[in-house]
């Protein structure tokens, strides 16, 4: 592989860790799953779901305008205790489901907003046979 | 070895003043070693961010809905990083985005569907910026 033209500029490993960062030169909470290049899938204003280059599955979002989220709904208002760690936290889905009611209600907004919040393979889904009779139209 | 927090600075053109000098864009060490860390085909594709800088065909300003100001330089790189060891020809039916701050500080860089009106800006650009403030002819 040819050199990176900052690999002078940097130490230790490189490496990936699957957890949202907040991206304070762009406003914006950052979350990939994987570590693979991804594909913007901008979903509206605020919420862009990133996909595989190569397999087009969702792989984590960007989520933009954190700050404006944060006046309109106060820091106190999408905090949550972290009993592991003692300390306050912003929780990242309190954050999400803020962003979703900023904007109109549609059924691929809500998908998306979803996907974000519990990946489809999470525990978190049923199969829709168990709970859809006949099509997938009863569901949306 | 690492030479310590360094901002890296790349040339491109000024969206102000096209034909005039070219300006310093600024890539930021904590983006970047950030990505190095943490991210790291995101931090191969900063190769990507370098080569569209150089050779920009489009430049959008006002890239977001609740704050001002904010670049977007969109270029179509010779090659993307797939994976960590795996890279492939940039896909033909993409092009690839660089977000910098009012002050040309580089603080996100993502490929994008390419528009269906137009194949070297991404998909929706109309609805998504305020401006296309200039395009390369070449």
Redesign the interface.
Same mark, same amino acid.
């Given at each position: 592989?040819a050199e @990176? &033209?900052?690999d002078?500029? %940097?130490? $230790?490993?490189? $490496? &990936?860790?699957a *957890?949202p960062?907040y991206?304070a030169? $762009? +406003?914006?909470i *950052?979350y @990939?799953t994987a570590?693979? =290049?991804? %594909? =913007?899938d901008?979903i509206d *204003? !605020?919420l862009t779901i990133?996909r595989s %280059?190569?397999t087009n599955k969702p792989v984590g979002f !960007?989520l !933009? +305008?954190v700050q =404006?989220i944060l006046s309109r709904y106060g820091c106190a208002g999408l905090a949550v205790m972290s009993l592991e760690q003692n300390k306050t936290l912003i929780s990242v889905a309190a954050i999400l489901l803020a962003a979703y009611e900023d904007g109109p209600p549609s059924i691929k907004r809500r998908l998306a907003y979803a996907n974000a919040l519990l990946p489809p393979e999470n525990p978190f889904s049923i199969p829709v046979d168990r709970i859809c009779k006949s099509s997938l139209r009863q569901t949306v | 070895m690492g030479q310590g927090p360094v901002n890296y600075n790349q040339e491109t053109i000024d969206p102000t003043n096209p034909n005039g000098p070219r300006i310093e864009a600024i890539i930021p060490y904590y983006i970047y070693s950030r990505a190095y860390k943490y991210d790291s085909v995101k931090y191969e594709n900063l190769r990507a961010v370098k080569e569209v800088l150089e050779n920009p065909k489009r430049i959008f300003w006002g890239i977001r809905a609740y704050s001002e100001g904010g670049w977007c330089y969109v270029g179509k790189p010779t090659e993307l990083y797939i994976k960590e060891n795996e890279k492939t020809d940039f896909p033909p039916n993409m092009v690839f985005a660089v977000y910098l701050t009012e002050k040309y500080e580089v603080f996100d860089w993502i490929s994008e569907y390419m528009d269906e009106e137009d194949n070297l800006s991404p998909k929706n650009w109309r609805e998504r910026y305020r401006s296309l403030v200039w395009l390369s002819t070449s």
């Amino acid at each position: 592989m040819a050199e @990176h &033209f900052l690999d002078q500029y %940097v130490e $230790g490993e490189k $490496g &990936f860790l699957a *957890e949202p960062w907040y991206n304070a030169l $762009g +406003d914006c909470i *950052e979350y @990939h799953t994987a570590n693979e =290049a991804v %594909v =913007a899938d901008r979903i509206d *204003e !605020k919420l862009t779901i990133y996909r595989s %280059v190569t397999t087009n599955k969702p792989v984590g979002f !960007k989520l !933009k +305008d954190v700050q =404006a989220i944060l006046s309109r709904y106060g820091c106190a208002g999408l905090a949550v205790m972290s009993l592991e760690q003692n300390k306050t936290l912003i929780s990242v889905a309190a954050i999400l489901l803020a962003a979703y009611e900023d904007g109109p209600p549609s059924i691929k907004r809500r998908l998306a907003y979803a996907n974000a919040l519990l990946p489809p393979e999470n525990p978190f889904s049923i199969p829709v046979d168990r709970i859809c009779k006949s099509s997938l139209r009863q569901t949306v | 070895m690492g030479q310590g927090p360094v901002n890296y600075n790349q040339e491109t053109i000024d969206p102000t003043n096209p034909n005039g000098p070219r300006i310093e864009a600024i890539i930021p060490y904590y983006i970047y070693s950030r990505a190095y860390k943490y991210d790291s085909v995101k931090y191969e594709n900063l190769r990507a961010v370098k080569e569209v800088l150089e050779n920009p065909k489009r430049i959008f300003w006002g890239i977001r809905a609740y704050s001002e100001g904010g670049w977007c330089y969109v270029g179509k790189p010779t090659e993307l990083y797939i994976k960590e060891n795996e890279k492939t020809d940039f896909p033909p039916n993409m092009v690839f985005a660089v977000y910098l701050t009012e002050k040309y500080e580089v603080f996100d860089w993502i490929s994008e569907y390419m528009d269906e009106e137009d194949n070297l800006s991404p998909k929706n650009w109309r609805e998504r910026y305020r401006s296309l403030v200039w395009l390369s002819t070449s």
